[in-house]
């Protein structure tokens, strides 16, 4: 796993021992950040499940102006906090221990908002579902921003969404990427 490009591309990511994390491919993320790619300067950015930190990693490289890393695992924020220094991006980034649903309300409390939300929860465990719904009652997607939710084809997601439209899906195999934008 590598960022693939920006101020830090090529570095190789440091990932955990074991299966307690799936990354998102390459091949995926390839295709997420050319979807996103007019999207990405100056960006507030925050990356719930960070596992490694990749996703918010790639976009602090392709320019994003600040991201937040949830995640509850301590090992994983090690992990982004590491591999936040060696890309040369830890003074841009925020890295908070806690329940990505947890931080989602958190943020809703204190006013704090987004442009874009990356949610790669473990799959086939209802969490995609669920942090969408808190993303959508909580109204932390700035207008104009999307959130995108990487998750199993076989996780159904939830309906009659107040402050979020689908706006687009994109299929890998077993990986969907759903995009919801802040309904205006």
């Given at each position: 796993m590598r960022i693939i490009t920006g101020t830090a591309k090529g570095l190789k990511l440091k990932t955990p021992r074991g299966h307690d994390?799936?990354?998102?491919?390459?091949?995926?993320?390839?295709?997420?950040?050319?979807?996103?790619?007019?999207?990405?300067?100056?960006?507030v950015v925050a990356d719930l499940f960070a596992g490694t930190g990749s996703l918010g990693l790639e976009a602090l490289s392709r320019g994003a102006a600040t991201a937040v890393f949830v995640d509850a695992s301590p090992s994983s924020l090690a992990l982004v906090r590491d591999n936040a220094a060696r890309a040369r991006l830890a003074d841009r980034a925020e890295?908070?221990?806690?329940?990505?649903?947890?931080?989602?309300?958190h943020f809703a409390?204190?006013?704090?908002?987004?442009?874009?939300?990356f949610c790669d929860p473990p799959y086939n465990k209802g969490l995609?579902?669920?942090?969408?719904?808190?993303i959508d009652a909580g109204n932390i997607l700035r207008p104009g921003g999307v959130a995108i939710v990487e998750h199993s084809r076989h996780e159904p997601l939830p309906a009659g969404l107040?402050?979020?439209?689908?706006?687009?899906?994109?299929?890998?195999?077993?990986?969907?990427?759903?995009?919801?934008?802040?309904?205006t």
């Open positions: 994390v799936r990354p998102t491919t390459d091949r995926v993320k390839e295709s997420l950040f050319a979807i996103l790619a007019d999207r990405l300067n100056g960006a890295i908070l221990r806690k329940d990505a649903i947890a931080a989602v309300g409390r204190s006013g704090r908002t987004f442009d874009l939300i995609a579902a669920a942090i969408i719904q808190k107040v402050n979020l439209t689908i706006s687009r899906t994109e299929r890998y195999g077993e990986t969907i990427l759903t995009f919801l934008e802040h309904t």
